[in-house]
Every structure is written in C-alpha cells, then in structure tokens.
C-alpha cells in the first residue's frame, strides 16, 4: 500500500496550549481520511503544519515517503478556508489570476469548472454565487494544479442541504478518479458518509484512527444470563472479551472487533456454562464515537 502521508510524534504548541499532542498517522493513496474531532481538538492546526503555514513544535511528517519540500508541496491542492476571489470578476477570469500565480496552465481551467458543475455559470461575477457555488470554485481552484492530495477543512460548512450534499458528492468523485483527500470535519455523519478511513483526535491527542467500513459493522455486545458462579471469571477469561460489565445478574460483554455472539455461546458452552438468555446489539458508530470521546474525559 502506497503511504502518502506519514506522521510521526508530532506536537504543536501555542505557549501553554498542546494544540496537537505526539500525533501518529498514515494516510494510503486513494484514501478519503477525515479528522474528527469536536472544536478545538487540533484538526486546523495538524492541517497547518502538514501545508507548511503553521510550525510544528517537534515530530515530523513526510509526503510520499520524503521530507516535505517546496516541490512536494505541489502535489497538494488544499483549501483551508475559502480563497479570497474577487467578487466582480467571473470564475474564468479568477481562474485565470489563480492559474497565474500557480503556475497552472490555463486550458485546465474548462475541465475544472465542468468537473465542478459551474461551467454553465462560468461568465457570471463570483457576487452573485451561493454559499454552495462559491466552495464548489475553491475547490476548482485547488485542483488546477492537478494534485495528487487535496486537503480540505471543513468543506461543508455554512452550506444549506442541497449545498453540503454536493460537495460531498464532489469530494467522492474526486476520489473516485484515484486522488487522495484529506478532510478535517467535526461532523461525524460527514466522516461516515465521505470517507473511507479516519481518526479521532480530542484536546490534541489521537482517540482512534481505522477504517469507516470497519467501524460501520459495529461492535458487538452481548447480554447473556447463565446460573453459573464462575461466570463473571470465564467471562473475563474470554480472549474475544473487550469489556465485560455485570448489570442486575446479566453480564454484558464487549466484543473485539469481528467476534460474534455465537463465538462466545460455543465458548461458555466449552467451559460447561449453558445460557438462559443471550441478546446481541450493535453499536453504532456514533455511539462508539461518543464512547470515546466520553472514556478520554473519565482517563
Ligand atoms: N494561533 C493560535 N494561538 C494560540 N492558540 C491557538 C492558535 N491556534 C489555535 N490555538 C488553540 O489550539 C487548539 C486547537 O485549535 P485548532 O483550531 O487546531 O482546532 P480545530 O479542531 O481545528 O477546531 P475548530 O474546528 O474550532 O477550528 C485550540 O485550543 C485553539 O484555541
């Protein structure tokens, strides 16, 4: 699996304030990786550093398995926040001063604002553009350059339902043509709809980080009642046991990912224990996610 973004041990401080805590992650080509996390967790500061306008405090980071260089830099299309367009102008005329600056060549800019579905607009001032329109041109900007990464903080933001829903089918197209991105968010339902792999971060520090579908399947738990004295002790010796909780006589057991309840019932089942009440449920991801935002506090 290519690595296109490796980070490692990386801290930011703004004086007393850890902003991002020894933070390690991997991103794979063709990956739509979020960042979530509630505001202020780090995720504009980690995107900062990554893009070279924030300095890191320690650790590293490389792009494509090199230090990042001026050069490597043009590999990433990022929007941090909207570009500053001129209102009067069209977009094809903004796209001409940003292609300009970039050094991008001007016959890209058609194919962007067809891509964005602003080509029928593309003579009208940016004034006169939606919410919706206006992020739909920063991420034409973004790509007139022909990144291999696009980095994008907060896309949706601001935008109405129609707006948010077409940016986020925007972004999956742009993955789809084999482009990796790179979105902060702290929408978990943006993370669960966009992207295939994420992290969490909290106050700076990395919660979690693994795929969406992974996560999607849901962790399973168990409520089982067996008239058993050694239960709660076979439970606790189950390897497939994450947690295990006695609540009113029932056990309640976490399960790692991909064991199932039947895997526990043939394990009492071994150990001489026959159930009389066995229930599954599965976690959502929010509920996980909540989970584990709520176990950092308690930690
Ligand atoms: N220039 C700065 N000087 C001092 N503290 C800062 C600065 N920039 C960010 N911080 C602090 O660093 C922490 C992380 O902020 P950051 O903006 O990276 O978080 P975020 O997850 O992107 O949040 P949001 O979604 O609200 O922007 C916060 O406590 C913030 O107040």
């Not at 999956?172 to 902060?184: F, S």
């Amino acid at each position: 699996m290519d690595t296109v973004l490796k980070i490692e041990n990386l801290t930011k401080q703004y004086g007393r304030i850890t902003a991002v805590r020894n933070l390690s992650l991997e991103v794979h080509r063709g990956n739509v990786f979020g960042i979530l996390g509630p505001n202020g967790s780090g995720k504009t500061t980690t995107l900062g550093i990554l893009l070279d306008v924030i300095k890191k405090t320690s650790g590293s980071f490389s792009w494509f398995g090199q230090p990042p260089t001026k050069e490597m830099r043009k590999k990433i299309g990022a929007i941090l926040e909207t570009p500053i367009f001129y209102p009067y102008l069209s977009a094809v005329k903004n796209l001409e001063i940003v292609a300009e600056i970039k050094g991008a060549p001007v016959d890209r800019i058609e194919p962007v604002l067809k891509k964005v579905e602003l080509y029928e607009r593309r003579h009208d001032k940016f004034r006169t553009y939606s919410l919706g329109m206006k992020q739909r041109l920063s991420i034409a900007s973004a790509l007139l350059c022909d990144p291999e990464v696009m980095i994008l903080d907060e896309p949706t933001n601001g935008l109405d339902p129609q707006g948010i829903a077409e940016i986020r089918e925007l972004i999956k197209q742009i993955a789809r043509e084999g482009k990796t991105i790179i979105l902060a968010s702290h929408l978990l339902d943006e993370v669960q709809k966009v992207c295939t792999h994420f992290c969490v971060l909290k106050r700076g520090s990395l919660l979690y980080s693994g795929s969406v579908e992974e996560v999607n399947k849901g962790v399973e738990s168990v409520e089982v009642i067996a008239d058993a004295s050694d239960m709660e002790m076979v439970l606790q010796g189950y390897p497939m046991a994450a947690k295990v909780v006695e609540e009113d006589g029932k056990y309640i057991v976490t399960l790692e990912n991909g064991a199932r309840a039947a895997d526990l019932n043939a394990y009492l089942f071994s150990k001489g224990i026959t159930i009389s009440h066995l229930l599954t449920q599965r976690k959502s991801l929010e509920k996980q996610f909540l989970e584990l935002l709520a176990e950092s506090d308690n930690a």
